[in-house]
């Protein structure tokens, strides 16, 4: 997905258009709150109609342990992990500079000082997650999006869960198959529900 300013994909790591921040108004975990995103990033205006999906669709995170965001975008996932477990470490995890800070000033705006947004590569090899929620950008391509899976997906705790939002004609029924025959045997992979075109996926570790 192009966005409209210069040739930034959401997954730069980098954008090259100028920063411009702007405010936004949303209800995470319930609550109506005032954020900032800023353009060169993922869904800039409003939380995207698949994360909108999956909060409405996923259960309740754990009361406390280690939980990922995986693709964060300016936070609407980690922020609803953070505000609805206050015991637990979210780490918002995303290759895009620009929305990392953005979680970060978020978080701030927010009062939370328990999510850490970073590289996936600053996120310690020996953290095992109580669960995984995640809008995984698609538009990686088939290969690279089966890379980050593998690389995140195992790193659950024996009976916690992911919770992936995919849009159906972008392939989630193939995806959920792919899982399902590449994931270790301790993985069940089922579709939890279907919503406005989109796939909730779950991904439990027995």
């Known amino acids: 997905m192009f966005l409209s300013m210069a040739d930034d994909h959401y997954f730069s790591s980098t954008p090259a258009s100028t920063l411009h921040f ?30 909108q999906v999956l909060l409405a669709n996923s259960p309740p995170p754990p009361p406390g342990g ?5 693709g964060c975008g300016w936070g609407p996932i980690a922020l609803s992990l953070a505000l609805e477990s206050p015991r637990a470490t979210v780490w918002a995890v995303d290759v895009n500079e620009r929305a990392l800070d953005l979680v970060r000033r978020n978080a701030k705006t927010l009062g939370l000082d328990n999510v850490t947004a970073c590289a996936p590569g600053d996120v310690p090899d020996d ?19 089966h890379l ?15 919770w992936l939002v995919v849009q159906r004609n972008l392939g989630s029924d193939s995806l959920q198959r792919w899982m399902d025959g590449t994931l270790p045997d301790d993985f069940a992979v089922t579709r939890a529900s279907t919503s406005k075109g989109y796939r909730v996926l779950r991904v439990r570790r027995r």
């Open 22 to 51: 702007r405010p936004i108004r949303v209800t995470l975990a319930g609550t109506e709150v005032e954020l900032t995103t800023a353009n060169g990033i993922f869904s800039p205006d409003r939380i995207d109609t698949g994360t």
């Open 66 to 70: 280690h939980f990922l965001d995986l």
């Open 127 to 145: 953290i095992r997650f109580m669960t995984i929620r995640s809008n995984p950008p698609i538009r990686v391509g088939k290969n690279e999006l």
């Open 148 to 162: 980050l899976l593998e690389r995140w997906i195992p790193r659950l705790e024996s009976g916690a869960d992911a």
